[in-house]
């Protein structure tokens, strides 16, 4: 069997708009999440400098 460059390949097709939209949401979902948990870090920091600084 005959291997064949990759570069010399056919590209994947691309996502559909469905696809992207799902990945988009997941991804937002995901960023509020983490941001939602690096909040709670920094509130846990203060309160653990308050305590150690008091």
């Given at each position: 069997m005959e291997r064949?460059?990759?570069d010399e390949r056919p590209p994947a097709a691309p996502p559909s708009n469905e696809e992207l939209a799902a990945e988009n949401k997941l991804l937002k979902e995901q960023v509020s999440a983490l941001s939602d948990q690096n909040e709670f870090q920094e509130e846990l920091i203060?309160?653990?400098?308050n305590?150690?600084?008091a």
């Amino acid at each position: 069997m005959e291997r064949v460059p990759e570069d010399e390949r056919p590209p994947a097709a691309p996502p559909s708009n469905e696809e992207l939209a799902a990945e988009n949401k997941l991804l937002k979902e995901q960023v509020s999440a983490l941001s939602d948990q690096n909040e709670f870090q920094e509130e846990l920091i203060v309160e653990l400098a308050n305590i150690v600084y008091a």
